[in-house]
């Protein structure tokens, strides 16, 4: 059976996608207003993968590297790795 031309049609018209849409955008925007403006104002990044969701991230997290003493676990054979405290990261 070829179904290749059967196409699903929508039960909700394109008014009523665009006002939900809408409505969506500025629940979105009050919901996250303070929070968004809090992280900007510490100079943190802010993106928006899907409605109501963020992911707020400071820059300087790019300036950690791996521990090269320990590669990256934060121990060594003699326990916790004084290089960089057991974290595994340390500044570059």
């Known amino acids: 059976m070829d179904v ?6 929508s ?4 008014p009523v996608r665009r006002l939900l849409a809408g409505l969506l955008e500025v629940l979105d925007a009050w ?7 809090r992280a900007r ?3 943190w990044q ?3 993968p899907a409605p109501l969701m ?3 991230r400071a820059p300087e997290f790019d300036t950690y590297v791996r521990c090269a003493a ?5 121990v060594t ?12 990261r340390v500044r570059r």
């Open 46 to 48: 802010v993106r928006r």
């Open 11 to 14: 039960t909700v018209s394109n």
């Open 77 to 88: 054979r003699q326990g916790l790795c004084r290089a960089c405290l057991g974290l595994g």
């Open 31 to 37: 919901a996250f207003a303070e929070l968004d403006a």
């Open 41 to 43: 104002g510490r100079g």
């Open 54 to 56: 963020r992911v707020y």
């Open 70 to 74: 320990c590669e990256g676990d934060g």
């Open 4 to 9: 290749s031309n059967i196409t699903r049609k």
